[in-house]
């Protein structure tokens, strides 16, 4: 089996949000299930919009929830890599430069399909193609000189040899472009790269207090806040055993298997039970339930 590497990205925007910590458990379990690495990177290329509050809550959320993280570096500390890459493509015909300093992207190849271990195989359009064909790498001066998130959030993954991505299914409309850049940026440093699989998961999402109707949970939706669980005094057990049934179900579902330690959780994980590609919604009583059983003893195990 091999050792898989892994990364959680959080932009220090807002509060961390349940769905990026479900996916930095994800990310964890396949990481702590194969012997590899799981890496927490800080995406705060955006000076602007960035908290250093929002740093310090990152931190005490993973934390909080016991996952460890092997290496940690923030993007803002490497935004002249980027540039140095985003020069080299430029060097090699795979990017121009515009009048404003800004480098586009310009491919000699597109793949025509990437495979997703959830969603199935996926065709790279003549749209995306379109979209791609151009697509900012590095802003020009007028908007802040620095890399945008599809580059920026590639050659990182390159440079710390991430093998598995799993994140959001909002994300998969981004995988032909990152793809696409993985094979520009392996003509750049001249050895094969391995492309990491992509695995996209449904979207956790949140019920209207007032019309009952399903939506997608926000940063600005009350029971999405990690640090707001944290200060009611939740149990991160019971919290982790939630996330996980928010997108992953073991295979045998019954009644032995609904308190799941993640002891448990990362010895089944990749074998025992699938990632889920539809919506999941988040039952608060559930939530509560599974709280309320850890608190009570109970240990998953």
């Known amino acids: 089996m091999i050792k898989e590497v892994t990364r959680i ?16 458990y994800f990310n964890w379990l396949i990481a702590r299930a194969t012997g590899g690495k799981f890496i927490l990177r800080i995406d705060d290329t955006d000076l602007a919009r960035n908290d250093e509050k929002c740093v310090d809550v990152i931190h005490q959320v993973m934390q909080f929830l016991g996952l460890n993280h092997d290496e940690t570096f923030r993007q803002s500390q490497r935004l002249q890599r980027y540039r ?12 121009v430069r515009a009048t404003n300093g800004a480098i586009l992207f310009q491919p000699n190849y597109y793949p025509g399909h990437f495979h997703d271990t959830v969603a199935g195989d996926i065709a790279i359009t003549d749209n995306d193609k379109k979209i791609i064909n151009g697509m900012v790498l590095f802003k020009g001066e007028d908007k802040g000189a620095g890399p945008v998130y599809h580059f920026a959030s590639v050659v990182d993954d390159i440079d710390v040899g991430v093998t598995r991505v799993i994140r ?21 440093v001249g050895i094969g790269l ?3 699989k992509f695995s996209h998961i449904g979207l956790i999402m949140g019920r209207d207090p007032e019309t009952g109707k399903v939506k997608k949970l926000s940063k600005r939706d009350g029971a999405s806040s990690m640090l707001k669980y944290i200060e009611d005094g939740w149990h991160p ?4 055993n939630g996330m996980l049934r928010l997108g992953w179900g073991p ?23 699938n990632m889920k590609a539809n919506p999941a919604t988040l039952d608060m009583a559930k939530l509560k339930w599974y709280d309320e059983q850890y608190k009570k003893g109970a240990t998953g195990e």
Not at 168 to 188: C, F, M, P, S
Request: proline share 4%; aromatic share 2%; no cysteine.
């Open 237 to 240: 057990d019971g919290l982790l």
């Open 168 to 188: 959001g299914v909002d994300h998969l409309t981004n995988t032909a472009k990152h793809i696409t850049l993985y094979h520009a940026i392996e003509q750049v």
């Open 9 to 24: 990205a959080p932009s220090p925007t807002g509060d961390m949000h349940i769905g990026t910590a479900r996916t930095a």
């Open 251 to 273: 295979k045998v579902d019954n009644k032995a298997n609904t308190i799941m330690s993640r002891r448990r959780a990362t010895n089944m994980f990749i074998h025992e039970g």
């Open 194 to 196: 391995i492309i990491p």
């Open 84 to 95: 140095d890459v985003a020069e080299k493509l430029v060097d090699k015909g795979l990017a």
